[in-house]
């Protein structure tokens, strides 16, 4: 069965350094997203994006977050200047479709720690 | 906004025994509630859903009932196995505004041999 891959499966940074987390959505899927969950809290939605641009973000998509699909396979999340606050697991995620009936097949995260 | 409302955890089990998960909502438009899991190190997987009232959405032996009128969709399994254990999101898509899932706290369930 097709999957989503991300990687690396553990970065870790130092604060204010910027970091890229790279993803390779389901080859025929349309939709992308990114998530982020904090140790022990709940997933939040980052950012959704679609035909090369974003379709939705939430209140944590500041300016220091930013999305690119630079090829036809890769699809990356980029923090600029990371902070403390930033350290948490990142999900990549693709959809077919944006309704609920295309459900959301994630890939197994990215772990930042950021020091 | 919406919001989903898990029962905390962890909930520790031995094998063979039944599971209840809780899982509650507030939506503002038409709900589509979802179950993942998490096996450990892994991602989430979609594990069931349902569409619509009274859907009863199952796989693996676990089952969820989408019950409108007391707006939940609890988990349940009649026979849990080690193998189950993971964590357990509730989350919710409401067609009424953005189809984008809101995701419970999660729930870790142990289950012992």
């Known amino acids: 069965e097709p999957e989503v891959t991300q990687t690396p499966s553990h970065q870790v940074t130092q604060m204010g350094q910027e970091v890229i987390l790279r993803c390779v959505p389901i080859?025929?899927?349309?939709?992308f997203y990114w998530y982020r969950q904090i140790l022990g809290q709940k997933v939040e939605f980052l950012v959704s994006f679609y035909n090369n641009e974003i379709s939705e973000k939430s209140e944590i998509f500041d300016d220091q977050f930013s999305v690119e699909r630079p090829d036809g396979s890769n699809f990356t999340l980029k923090i600029r200047s990371t902070k403390l606050e930033d350290s948490a697991m990142y999900f990549c995620a693709s959809s077919g479709g944006a309704d609920s009936n295309q459900p959301q097949h994630f890939g197994d995260g990215t772990r930042l720690s950021i020091l | 906004g919406d919001s989903v409302t898990q029962m905390e955890g962890p909930v520790t089990l031995s094998e063979e025994a039944f599971l209840t998960i809780n899982c509650t909502y507030t939506?503002?438009?038409?709900?589509?509630p979802f179950w993942y899991v998490q096996y450990p190190g892994e991602g989430l997987q979609l594990l069931l859903k349902?569409?619509?009232?009274?859907d009863k959405g199952s796989n693996k032996g676990f089952e969820a009932t989408y019950r409108k009128e007391t707006t939940s969709f609890h988990l349940e399994k009649g026979s849990v196995q080690v193998s189950d254990s993971a964590v357990y999101f509730c989350?919710?898509?409401?067609?009424?505004?953005?189809?984008?899932?809101?995701f419970g706290r999660g729930t870790s369930l142990i289950v012992h041999p």
């Open positions: 080859s025929n899927h349309l939709y």
């Open positions: 939506a503002t438009g038409y709900p589509s």
């Open positions: 989350a919710l898509s409401d067609r009424g505004g953005s189809y984008i899932p809101t």
């Open positions: 349902a569409t619509k009232a009274d």
